[in-house]
T-cell receptor, first 114, second 114 residues
Framework: QKEVEQNSGPLSVPEGAIASLNCTYS??????FFWYRQYSGKSPELIMF????GDKEDGRFTAQLNKASQYVSLLIRDSQPSDSATYLC??????????????FGSGTQLTVLP | DTAVSQTPKYLVTQMGNDKSIKCEQN?????MYWYKQDSKKFLKIMFS???????INETVPNRFSPKSPDKAHLNLHINSLELGDSAVYFC?????????????FGPGTRLTVL
């Protein structure tokens, strides 16, 4: 079982719709959960992070965390063609000693159709 | 101002050669990382340094050797390059702020081994 799993997609949604991206993780010791966006040929950039159960909103983005189900999701409201990218879920946990290690999922490719 | 920079951006070389990638961050962060992203977009951590000390060393061939001359720089030297080393290598940095410590990525170095 992979530590962090995402549907690879591609996921296509029409412009203006809500895009829903899902992620599950295997380690119950995971502490923080991050969503990164990566445009083709570019580096990952942080969208938002969450570490408490429930919802966290930032503009058009909402992250949802359910630790009991080991599930984290990202909702993108009013999707725009510029949101078309690969979305990476990442999970932070303690590694050796005092190090925290970020483990990434394989990403979900999102296409927003005009 | 570039927060995390890497050189070179592209690196094309022959099998068996030795090459280095340099990374610098001007964010004042304590921790720096090297990641490898393969052709399937899977981003995997290789090394992490905190204040010039190696704290994460994943299962990576010992042909890969990181070096941190100071906390703003983390270089990656690769000996005897192999075809399977072809990938995009990302440097990242973070400042320990507890559960929300965010990693900022450099632009990546695309390594092609012929």
């Amino acid at each position: 079982q992979k530590e962090v799993e995402q549907n690879s997609g591609p996921l296509s949604v029409p412009e203006g719709a809500i895009a829903s991206l899902n992620c599950t993780y295997s380690d119950r010791g995971s502490q923080s959960f991050f969503w990164y966006r990566q445009y083709s040929g570019k580096s990952p950039e942080l969208i938002m992070f969450i570490y408490s159960n429930g919802d966290k909103e930032d503009g058009r983005f909402t992250a949802q965390l359910n630790k009991a189900s080991q599930y984290v999701s990202l909702l993108i409201r009013d999707s725009q063609p510029s949101d078309s990218a690969t979305y990476l879920c990442a999970v932070n946990k303690w590694s050796s000693g005092s190090a925290r290690q970020l483990t990434f999922g394989s990403g979900t490719q999102l296409t927003v159709l005009p | 101002d570039t927060a995390v920079s890497q050189t070179p951006k592209y690196l094309v070389t022959q099998m068996g050669n030795d090459k280095s990638i340099k990374c610098e961050q001007n964010l004042g962060h304590d921790t720096m990382y090297w990641y490898k992203q393969d052709s399937k977009k899977f981003l995997k951590i290789m090394f992490s340094y905190n204040n010039k000390e190696l704290i994460i060393n994943e299962t990576v061939p010992n042909r890969f050797s990181p070096k941190s001359p100071d906390k703003a720089h983390l270089n990656l030297h690769i000996n005897s390059l192999e075809l399977g080393d072809s990938a995009v290598y990302f440097c990242a940095s973070s400042q320990d702020r507890g559960r929300g410590d965010t990693q900022y990525f450099g632009p990546g170095t695309r390594l092609t081994v012929l």
